[in-house]
């Protein structure tokens, strides 16, 4: 890609031509954009070229509508909703605990393809975040323990906090309170 780079300015010069192949008609989509979303995230996968089809980026905003947005994992939907995992005192869950509204954009470059989804959020039932959590890998569940997401700690810290819940836990790693699921139902 060329850049211009000056002490004060990064310029992306403008040779990315943004391609669209299907033109999106109201008689080439389904009528429910739910079975579309699955027909085109199927697509996605099944065509093994997009790197990370369920990477999400997640907007949120505070009470004074302030946005932020990161990216999340996309990791189920159903007529409900799409539904990522998260802890629930990082910036994002506090943001949404205030104020409900939330986009996604899921954007998938070799399929020349993005969804955009609006709407709010509600957290999962616990026993939906516990099956979920216990399907995970223990390395993964223990990592949900000991980490403080939206807070600076050092390197240290969390290979020493590690340490300890492995050996509290061992294989059998309970859910914590503190982290499970969020569904955005579209609106
Ligand atoms: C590709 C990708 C996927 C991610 N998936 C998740 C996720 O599913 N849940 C999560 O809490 N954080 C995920 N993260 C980390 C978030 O982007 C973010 O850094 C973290 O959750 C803290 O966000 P917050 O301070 O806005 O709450 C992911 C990051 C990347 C790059």
Do not use: C
């Not at 027909?39 to 099944?46: L, Y």
């Not at 505070?62 to 990161?70: E, F, L, M, Q, V």
């Not at 104020?99 to 039932?125: D, M």
């Not at 616990?126 to 323990?145: D, I």
Request: glycine share 4%.
């Amino acid at each position: 890609m060329d850049l211009e780079i000056h002490p004060d300015q990064l310029k992306v010069l403008p040779h990315h031509q943004y391609i669209t192949p299907d033109h999106l008609t109201p008689n080439n989509v389904l009528p429910s954009p739910i079975d579309q979303f699955k027909s085109w995230f199927k697509e996605a996968v099944e065509g093994k070229l997009v790197q990370e089809p369920e990477a999400m980026s997640l907007s949120t905003a505070t009470a004074s509508g302030i946005p932020s947005a990161r990216m999340v994992l996309f990791k189920e939907l159903d007529p409900r909703g799409f539904v990522f995992f998260t802890n629930y005192t990082s910036r994002k869950s506090k943001e949404l605990l205030a104020n409900p509204h939330a986009a996604l954009v899921f954007y998938w470059r070799e399929v020349h393809r993005s969804v955009r989804v609006v709407g709010k959020v509600e957290k999962i039932s616990q026993k939906e975040s516990e099956e979920y959590f216990h399907s995970r890998p223990t390395e993964s569940q223990v990592g949900a323990w000991a980490s403080r997401q939206s807070t600076v700690v050092s390197e240290g810290e969390v290979h020493e906090r590690l340490y300890r819940l492995e050996q509290k836990f061992g294989e059998d790693v309970p859910l914590p309170e503190f982290w499970g699921g969020w569904r955005v139902v579209p609106t």
